[in-house]
């Protein structure tokens, strides 16, 4: 369910639309570190995909549905449980580099996470903080 990029994705009207597509997701798979031949955008599974590569499939999803609403002022909200668990310190850097990216570019990013590096994005709320407060 993970590895079929284009699903869950609104479709494509026009052959320009479907070649941008594909060039933001190869863009987005490349940054992330993860090999492009390894995942078609149509149809074809891999044999195995790690945990950290189903976790960062997923947000590539769902960052290519933020970018294609064009007008920062309609872009909605990113959740993310966990984004950089079970990632190598290079892994975990991209991922934290394209959340920075994201939110830069007006969309509200919601991560429950562990993590201290990206919990300097934005504004972050600590459980034990939010719990005394209400």
């Known amino acids: 369910m993970f590895y079929?990029?284009?699903?869950?994705?609104?479709?494509?009207?026009?052959?320009?639309?479907?070649?941008?597509?594909?060039?933001?997701?190869?863009?987005?798979?490349k940054r992330l570190g993860l090999k492009t031949d390894r995942f078609d955008?149509?149809?074809?599974?891999?044999?195995?995909?790690?945990?950290?590569e189903r976790n960062r499939l997923s947000l590539i999803r769902a960052v290519v549905n933020e970018l294609l609403t064009p007008d920062p002022e309609k872009r909605g909200i990113l959740m993310a449980d966990e984004p950089t668990a079970g990632l190598d310190a290079v892994a975990e850097q991209r991922v934290i580099e394209l959340l920075e990216e994201v939110h830069a570019g007006g969309?509200?990013?919601?991560?429950?996470?562990?993590?201290?590096?990206?919990?300097?994005?934005?504004?972050?709320?600590?459980?034990?903080?939010?719990?005394?407060?209400?």
């Open 4 to 29: 079929n990029l284009n699903r869950d994705l609104p479709r494509a009207q026009t052959e320009k639309e479907v070649l941008e597509r594909r060039a933001m997701i190869v863009d987005l798979l």
């Open 41 to 52: 955008l149509d149809s074809k599974f891999p044999d195995f995909v790690s945990g950290g």
């Open 107 to 134: 969309t509200t990013v919601i991560a429950v996470t562990h993590n201290e590096h990206l919990r300097k994005i934005g504004r972050a709320i600590d459980m034990a903080e939010f719990a005394q407060s209400a």
